[in-house]
């Protein structure tokens, strides 16, 4: 997906985008791949699911000792075509 297609869905303009995918992707979380004048971006599952996993880890627990968060891990997890 380009820069331009994920900026036309926010309120960010497709330089912000650009800049932001720029960080995604030197922290290894998003995959930058040139084709002709356009670059395509995508996730790259396995980043996001143990980055959202360390985020997660890092919560404080809730009363009954679940770390906050597992739910949100779960649907990330499934989102990006893992099982939980």
Known sequence: MTASIISANLPDSTAEVT????????AGLVRSVPAGRDVHHSLIPTRITEAAAWIIRSAPA???????????LSLINRSLGGHS
């Open 62 to 72: 809730d009363d009954d000792g679940t770390q906050k968060g597992d739910d949100r």
């Open 19 to 26: 800049e932001q995918l720029a960080v995604l992707c030197e």
